[in-house]
C-alpha cells in the first residue's frame, strides 16, 4: 500500500512505467522540437572564426567569432568587425570536424558585415531569410560560437524591431537601421553567427551584446542583401555621400495633408565644402524626397544614396521656412578612413 502510494507521487516519469517506452520524438513538445529542428538544420553551416591579428607591439593576437555558409562554393557571411584588422591565417572550424582556411573577400563596417570564402567547396549553405517579415514575440534561435564553444544554441524571441545601430569607419559613421532585438543569449564569439526564424532561415548577423538578455543582429532584407552582393562580387560597397547630418522630424500640419507623410529629415549640420553646402541648402532644411521618392526615415535616404547616385546629380524636395522647393544636388563618392 506504502509502496503504491509513493509511486503515484513520483508519477510515471520518475517511477519509469511508461514514459521510458516514448519514442523520443514524442516526448518533445512543440517548441522543443522547433529549436532542435532549426539547430540541426544550420549546426553544419555555421563556423567558428579563429583569427589573428596584430596588436600592440606587433604581437599577433587571436580572436574568434562566427560566419554563416551562404553558398555552397564556400562563401560566408559574418560581421566585419570580426575580422577587422585580421592578419596572419584566419581559419573556420565546422561541426563535422573540417578546419578550412578563409579569406576575407571584402567587408564593409558601415553595416558591420564581411563575406569570407574558405578554400574548399561542398560546404552545405544555409538559406536566407527576410526580417521585414519578422513580428515581436516571434521564435528566433542564435547558433554561434560563445567563448569559442563552438556549435551553441540558444533560443528566445524577437524582443523589439526598428532598432538603430550607430557605426563607424575611420571619420564615417552611419546608422544601421531595422536591427533586430532578442533576448536570445548572446555572449563574446556569437557575433557573425546566425539569427534564425522557426522554419532555419536566417534572418539576421548577430553583431552585438548590448546587456543581459539583450541582443542586437543585422537584418537579412533587401538593402542588406544588396551589401553581400557588392561585397561578393566587388569586394565593397560603395555609398554616395551629401555632406550632412540628419535626423528624423515631424512635418507642420499643412505639409502632412499635402504631402500624405507625417515626417521628414531635418539638415542638422551641414559639412564644409560637401556636395550638400556647395547646392545651397542649409542647417533647418527638411528633406522630403529625394529624385520624387518619400523620405521619412534616415533609413528611406540611405537606401537610396547607394553606388549609381554617385556623380548623378539627384533632385531633394526640401521644405525651408515653411515653403516647399527643390535642389539639385551631384553626390561624390563616401570615403571612409
Keep these: ?22 519514442p523520443d520524438a514524442e516526448a518533445l513538445d512543440a517548441y522543443s522540437r522547433t ?20 596588436g600592440r607591439g606587433g604581437r599577433l593576437m587571436d580572436g574568434g567569432g562566427s560566419a554563416v555558409v551562404i553558398t555552397p562554393d564556400g562563401f560566408m557571411l559574418t560581421s566585419a568587425h570580426v575580422v577587422e584588422g585580421s592578419r596572419g591565417r ?3 572550424l565546422f561541426t563535422d570536424g573540417r578546419e578550412l582556411a578563409v579569406e576575407v573577400v571584402g567587408a564593409d ?50 524582443s523589439a524591431l526598428g532598432r538603430s545601430l550607430p557605426t563607424r569607419a575611420g571619420s564615417a559613421t552611419r546608422i544601421v537601421e531595422n536591427v533586430i532585438q532578442t533576448d536570445a543569449a548572446l555572449n563574446p564569439g556569437n557575433s557573425g553567427g546566425a539569427l534564425a526564424d522557426g522554419l532555419g532561415r536566417v ?3 548577430n553583431t552585438a551584446v548590448a546587456g543581459v538578455g539583450l541582443g542586437l543582429a543585422v537584418p537579412i532584407n533587401a538593402a542588406t542583401r544588396t551589401i553581400i552582393a557588392a561585397l561578393m562580387t566587388e569586394g565593397r560597397f560603395r555609398r554616395a555621400y551629401l555632406g550632412v547630418a ?44 529625394v529624385d520624387g521618392k518619400p523620405i521619412e526615415k534616415l533609413d528611406d535616404l540611405q537606401r537610396l544614396m547607394v553606388g549609381d547616385a554617385i556623380g548623378r546629380t539627384v ?23
Design 315 to 337: 533632385r531633394l524636395g526640401v521644405v525651408r521656412r515653411g515653403g516647399l522647393l527643390e535642389v539639385d544636388v551631384t553626390p561624390v563618392e563616401l570615403t571612409v578612413g
Design 203 to 205: 534572418v539576421g548577423v
Design 90 to 92: 584566419t581559419r573556420a
Design 35 to 54: 529549436v532542435t529542428s532549426v539547430a540541426e538544420r544550420l549546426a553544419p553551416s555555421v563556423g567558428n572564426l579563429r583569427v589573428s591579428r596584430r
Design 1 to 22: 500500500m506504502e509502496l503504491t502510494f509513493i509511486d503515484s507521487l513520483l508519477g510515471p516519469s520518475q517511477s519509469g512505467s511508461d514514459s521510458d517506452e516514448l
Design 246 to 289: 540628419l535626423g528624423s522630424r515631424p512635418l507642420p500640419p499643412r505639409l502632412t495633408r499635402e504631402l500624405g507623410r507625417s515626417a521628414g529629415l531635418e539638415i542638422v549640420e551641414v559639412a564644409s565644402s560637401g556636395p550638400a553646402e556647395r547646392a545651397g541648402l542649409l542647417p533647418e532644411d527638411l528633406v522630403v524626397s
Design 109 to 158: 563596417p558601415l553595416s558591420d558585415l564581411a563575406v569570407l570564402r574558405a578554400e574548399d567547396a561542398g560546404l552545405t549553405p544555409a538559406g536566407l531569410g527576410d526580417a521585414e517579415r519578422l513580428r515581436v514575440g516571434q521564435l528566433v534561435v542564435a547558433i554561434g560560437n560563445p567563448y569559442g564553444f563552438a556549435g551553441s544554441v540558444t533560443a528566445g524571441v524577437v
